[in-house]
């Protein structure tokens, strides 16, 4: 899979996201919170924050499979 299109695809991914989703991975994955950590921050259940991560990881694991089954293979030279 080349890099371009997989980042395109990731990018409008990410916009498709609310606003409040996108914050709580953004204090996961980039910031580096714990669930509980983000959970204090945004005043939400922990659960919240957990389901959150888990619906969307899954949706996006998803979005990267059907990704690389459209590529075209190429042949061996």
Known sequence: M???????????????????????????????????????????PVREVERTVEQRMLRLTALLRDAGRREPRRKAA
């Open 2 to 44: 080349k890099l371009q299109p997989l980042r395109r695809r990731l990018m409008a991914a990410w916009d498709r996201i609310p606003a409040r989703e996108r914050l709580i991975l953004a204090l996961l994955y980039f910031e580096g919170l714990t669930p509980v950590e983000a959970a204090r921050a945004l005043e939400c």
